[in-house]
């Protein structure tokens, strides 16, 4: 199936979850906020948060600014 | 011109030296109170535009800023070096305030205000209560779009953020931000990055002036355009409660060495500010005494 991970069409297997996804992409949980489909996703919920087709996912962190 | 003769080369041990000789004075001043947040410092600087962390690092200690600003992005999924700006941050000594920048819209900064709670909220740092907000009108002036933070205020305040706001130094933009519950107001001095300074100190006495009336401890920061180290002066010395900047140190040719000298000027200004100056006049006033003067001059 496909999401819109921070704005790009990518494929993932059916059945995954955040806690999956952010394995797969070797991203640590530290210092991130993942939002889906407008909602944040709470860091408790990782695990359980399965994906669907089409969903709209967004992992943001810290950069520098002023 | 040899590196001795070069001004802006300045030896670490200098700058220790001159850092030991002041901090004795941080007695004369009363915190900075920030909605429930609390700091001796009145010096919030930025994390942007460094050439490395590790020189970030640096600057943010010489600064003794206790708040430092941050932009939420999205996270880089490939070509990553590893390196993530939380390594390079002390969680347990530094206020992390997130920021808004880049948006355009309420709604994108309200957004973008969530995910840095929640960020910051899985960081279990003290920042996740509050933001600092930035609905810009054009990419050109970067200038702040004020029925848009206004808008964005409203919301992010009934959604229990503490919300610092970027904005013009139009004293009436300023009052209905403070109206809408805004728990700082902070005026640009000039356009971000600008390095312009205070363009318009008669608009910030107006502002401090009117947000500063009924409550005089309400705090005004100015945020944005400051160049150099007068500038931060001279905005504390109209009785700013703080600055803010980025740039002003990050842009410098010798970073670090900025990054005290903006430091001291917030504490002068403060101080300047605190002890209260003399009147300006038109005319010369002797400090000497003009009696017993030994060659007597008449009124000429």
């Keep these: 199936m496909k999401v819109i991970l921070n704005g790009e069409e990518t494929e993932v297997p059916v059945g995954q979850s955040v806690s999956d996804l952010l394995d797969t992409l070797s991203i640590r949980t530290k210092g991130i906020a993942v939002e889906l489909n407008l909602e944040i996703v709470p860091r408790a919920e990782y695990a359980a948060c399965l994906l669907s087709d089409g969903d709209h996912l967004e992992i943001v962190t810290l950069v520098g600014g002023g | 011109m040899s590196a ?34 609390t700091f001796a410092s009145r010096l919030i600087v930025g994390t942007g535009k460094y050439a490395t962390f590790e020189l970030m690092q640096e600057c ?29 941050i ?20 309200v957004r973008v205000a969530r ?53 013009t130094d139009d004293p009436i933009t300023a009052k209905r931000l403070k109206d809408a519950g805004a728990t700082s107001v902070m005026p640009a001095g000039s356009p971000i990055g600008s390095g312009q300074g205070i363009l318009n100190p008669n608009n910030l006495r107006i502002c401090l002036e009117y947000l500063k009336e009924d409550d005089a401890d309400y705090p005004v920061i100015i945020d944005a355009g400051v160049g150099t180290a007068s500038d931060v002066s001279a905005a504390m010395e109209l009785g700013c409660d703080g600055v803010l900047l980025n740039t002003g140190i990050a842009g410098a040719k010798v970073a670090l060495t900025m990054a005290h000298a903006m430091k001291l000027a917030c504490r002068a200004g403060r101080y300047a500010y605190l002890a209260g100056r003399i009147p300006k006049k038109l005319y ?17």
Aim: with cysteine; aromatic share 4%.
């Design chain 2, 284 to 300: 010369a006033t002797a400090s000497s005494p003009e009696r017993g003067v030994v060659t007597p001059r008449g009124p000429n």
């Design chain 2, 4 to 37: 001795a003769d070069d001004p802006h080369t300045t030896s670490k041990n200098s700058v220790i030296e001159m850092t030991k000789t002041v901090t004795t004075e941080t007695v004369l001043d009363t915190p900075l109170t920030l909605g429930s947040h």
């Design chain 2, 60 to 88: 943010l200690a010489a600064s003794e800023a206790e708040v430092i600003t941050v932009a939420v992005r999205r996270e880089r999924l490939v070509d990553s070096d590893g390196r993530n700006i939380l390594d390079f």
């Design chain 2, 90 to 109: 002390d969680l347990e000594r530094f206020t992390i305030l997130p920021n808004t920048a880049g948006c355009f819209a309420a709604d994108e900064a």
């Design chain 2, 115 to 167: 995910l840095g709670r929640e960020i910051l909220t899985n960081l279990e740092n003290p920042g996740a209560d509050w933001v600092k907000l930035e609905v810009l009108g054009d990419t050109r002036t970067l200038l702040p779009d004020p029925v848009a933070t206004l808008d964005a205020t409203k919301q992010l305040v009934a959604d229990g953020f503490q919300v610092l706001c970027y904005t």
